[in-house]
Nanobody, 124 residues
Framework: QVQLVESGGGLVQTGGSLRLSCAAS????????MAWFRQAPGKEGEFVVA????????YYLDYVKGRFTISRDNFKSTVYLQMNTLTHEDTAVYYC?????????????????WGQGTQVTVSS
C-alpha cells in the first residue's frame, strides 16, 4: 500500500503562484511514476503533469507548459508542483497519483493510488 497526502492548495488571484506537495508513505519503493490530475467543477478530470521516479523525466499538459513545474525529492518521497501565472481555468481540485508499473503517464486508469485532493481556486 502507498498513502498519498497532498497539501498547499488555496485561494490565489489571477497571475499568482502556489506550490502543491504530495508526500508518499508506505511501500514507496514500489512507486515508478507520480502525477497530478485535476478536476474542475462540472468537468471531467484531466491529466496535468507526471514525473518518472527513477530518472525524473517529465510530461506536461500543453496548457500548463512553461507555467507549472513538477519536481521530486526521492529522500522525502515527495513530489512538488510549482504553479505560476495561474489563471481562472486552473481552478480545480488537484489530485496526486502514484503508479507502480510502466503504464501510461497520461491515463488516470493506469495509476494505482490517489490522494484525497487539494482545492486550488484562482480568482479572476
Amino acid at each position: 500500500q502507498v498513502q498519498l497526502v497532498e497539501s498547499g492548495g488555496g485561494l490565489v488571484q489571477t497571475g499568482g503562484s502556489l506550490r502543491l506537495s504530495c508526500a508518499a508513505s508506505g511501500r514507496t519503493f514500489s512507486v515508478l511514476r507520480m502525477a497530478w490530475f485535476r478536476q474542475a467543477p462540472g468537468k471531467e478530470g484531466e491529466f496535468v503533469v507526471a514525473i518518472s521516479w527513477s530518472d525524473g523525466s517529465t510530461y506536461y499538459l500543453d496548457y500548463v507548459k512553461g507555467r507549472f513545474t513538477i519536481s521530486r525529492d526521492n529522500f522525502k518521497s515527495t513530489v512538488y508542483l510549482q504553479m505560476n501565472t495561474l489563471t481562472h481555468e486552473d481552478t480545480a481540485v488537484y489530485y496526486c497519483a502514484a503508479g507502480l508499473d510502466y503504464g501510461s503517464y497520461y491515463l488516470a486508469k493506469d495509476y494505482h493510488y490517489w490522494g484525497q485532493g487539494t482545492q486550488v481556486t484562482v480568482s479572476s
